[in-house]
């Protein structure tokens, strides 16, 4: 079975610090990996996923990650945080050859200080 | 290009009664999931649908189910509701299954 873990429920940044947002996954075949961010009161938006290739996805907003098969984690980087990026982050994984169903982690709520 | 359409975006209902929501996919997108989100669960999984056959269910007890109509609606159903029914429910529509997965703005149900 499938299963996702983020490290930390609640990340706290300066603004213009590195954000990095930590996702391990456990999957016995080779895995999608997705980021999703949640608003307030919203529903979910896609920052970037992985399906096969290059192991640094790059997405929407200067967010990026990385897949590291060896370490099992896709952790979600931005260079410089910005007060916008203040939102809940989720991982998610889905199985190459299986079915639509996402496997969702706890998800890391963002906080971005002046 | 309109995106995912869920109705209603709010609802109130009593324990005891049934309620239905409607998912309105992209135009041309013939997959739709349904995901409940929960503070204490996260997002689970609840079904996926592909051209009316749903090809997936998640671990929900009967009271929960859906379908999908030929135009690519969905509707899913919660029959005697209970107060831990209480949930954001997301609709995901993607082209096909495995596809990239469109996430609408929920509906909020709130059981009383």
């Known amino acids: 079975a499938q299963s996702v873990t983020q490290l930390g429920s609640h990340v706290s940044v300066s603004e213009g610090a590195l954000v990095l947002l930590r996702c391990n996954y456990s999957?016995?075949?080779?895995?999608?990996l997705f980021w999703y961010v949640q608003y307030p009161n919203q529903g979910l938006q896609l920052l970037l996923k992985?399906?096969?290739?290059?192991?640094l996805v790059k997405g929407i907003n200067g967010f990026e990650a990385e897949f590291k098969k060896s370490e099992t984690s896709f952790h979600l980087t931005k260079p410089s945080a910005h007060m916008s990026d203040a939102a809940e982050y989720f991982c998610?994984?889905?199985?190459?050859?299986?079915?639509?169903?996402?496997?969702f982690g706890k998800g890391t709520k963002l906080t971005v200080n002046p | 290009k309109a995106g995912v359409t869920q109705t209603p975006r709010y609802l109130i209902k009593t324990r005891g009664q049934q309620v239905t929501l409607s998912c309105s996919p992209i135009?041309?997108?013939?997959?739709v999931s349904w995901y409940q989100q929960t503070p204490g669960q996260g997002l689970q999984f609840l079904f996926e649908?592909?051209?009316?056959?749903?090809?997936n269910k998640g671990n929900f007890p009967g009271r929960f189910s859906g379908r999908q109509f030929s135009n690519s609606r969905s509707e899913m159903n919660v029959s005697t509701l209970e107060l831990g029914d209480s949930a954001l429910y997301l609709c995901?529509?993607?082209?096909?299954?495995?596809?990239?997965?469109?996430f609408g703005p929920g509906t909020r149900l709130t059981v009383t």
């Open positions: 999957s016995s075949v080779p895995p999608y």
């Open positions: 649908y592909f051209s009316e056959t749903q090809r």
């Open positions: 995901a529509s993607s082209l096909a299954p495995l596809a990239l997965a469109y």
């Open positions: 992985y399906t096969t290739g290059a192991t």
């Open positions: 135009s041309g997108h013939r997959s």
């Open positions: 998610a994984v889905s199985e190459q050859g299986g079915s639509e169903k996402l496997v």
